[in-house]
């Protein structure tokens, strides 16, 4: 029952936040007659539409990187994801990468579980995903109780320098405080150093790289870390313009007979790879492209060309 603060649990919506706010304010408010079967026959009527991640996203690509080193390791690896837009991990939209997703700081803390059973012949990778905000804000207990407790596993923090689900809220990463003053960013290597933990940083538009680290830091024994960073898309948008101009050589692509099935459009699924059904071949969507360059590292065709933009 939603009293005059909300819900002591489960979520918001507006329904809750009119009645607290007729309530405080004394505002007279009808909530509009809407019946149910209305409601129903409205939604049979919306396109279906996937969760989808923004273009030049740096997770679709630390995801890609991911699943790489995961395929080319063989050994079925559990990968833990966690609160924040990365939670789209657990989606057709990152990949189905998750096996498991639970609440913040959920993802070390199983992942560490995981990393502790060798001695009962488990001898899958564990790896916990989760964003820098969560690293603050829940991740670090886990990783204390992984290196106090000797287990084997990799954590790999998205870092995108932002709180990009909730809305770009300050972390101590940012640099700034919640009263929006300049503070000094606490560091998330440093932070893991000072808990007697390896860790690595990489790009994650380097996709070779990344997933080449990811592979080989999953075979080394005990906790480590690595660091993906590249700053949110919408973020890097704001702070300077595109300099990067991206496009398809339509002589070069294989449309469909590539060979994973357009797999630009279709496999990698950035919302600025679009399809041409008139020439049967991909192309890029200009006014949303970010110009981040991973679909023409990934093209198997070679056919995505990146021109810098002076
Ligand atoms: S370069 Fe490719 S992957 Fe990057 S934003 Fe543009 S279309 Fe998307
Ligand atoms: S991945 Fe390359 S070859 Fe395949 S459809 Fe896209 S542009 Fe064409």
């Known amino acids: 029952m939603a009293g005059e603060r909300g819900p002591g649990c489960g979520e918001m919506n507006t329904d809750i936040l009119i009645e607290a706010l007729t309530k405080i304010t004394g505002v007279r408010y009808t909530k509009p007659d809407c019946p149910a079967e209305l409601v129903e026959k409205l939604a049979a009527k919306i396109p279906p539409r996937d969760f989808a991640m923004c273009p030049g996203c740096p997770h ?37 990468l998750f096996d498991t997703l639970h609440c913040m700081g959920a993802g070390p803390g199983i992942a560490c579980g995981l990393g502790s059973l060798a001695k009962f012949g488990f001898n899958k990778p564990a790896v916990a995903v989760v964003g820098d905000s969560t690293f603050y804000h829940a991740a670090i207990p886990g990783l204390i109780n992984a290196r106090y407790n000797g287990s084997d596993f990799l954590c790999v923090v998205l870092d995108n320098g932002a709180t990009a689900m909730t809305g770009h809220q300050p972390h ?17 290597e440093e932070v893991v150093r000072g808990l007697g933990i390896a860790v690595e940083i990489s790009d994650p538009f380097n996709i070779d790289e990344t997933a080449g680290k990811i592979f080989e830091m999953t075979r080394v024994p005990g906790v ?42 279709s496999v990698w699924g950035c919302p600025g790879n679009i399809w041409d059904s008139v020439t049967g071949r991909a192309k890029i969507d200009e006014a949303v492209c970010a110009g981040c360059g991973v679909c023409a590292a990934l093209c198997p065709a070679g056919a995505i060309t990146v021109e810098e933009v002076v």
């Open 172 to 188: 101590p990463g940012t640099g700034f405080n919640a009263a929006g003053d300049a503070v000094e960013a606490l560091s998330i």
């Open 224 to 265: 480590k870390v690595l660091i993906l960073r590249q700053l949110c898309a919408l973020v890097a948008a704001r702070r300077e313009r595109k300099k990067r101009r991206v496009s398809v050589d339509p002589e070069r692509c294989r449309g469909e007979a590539c060979g994973c099935g357009r797999f630009c459009t």
């Open 60 to 96: 679709r690509a630390s995801f890609w990187a991911i699943k790489t080193a995961m395929a080319v390791d063989d050994r079925d690896g559990i990968i833990a994801g966690d609160i924040g837009c990365y939670s789209l991990g657990a989606f057709t939209t990152g990949f189905e």
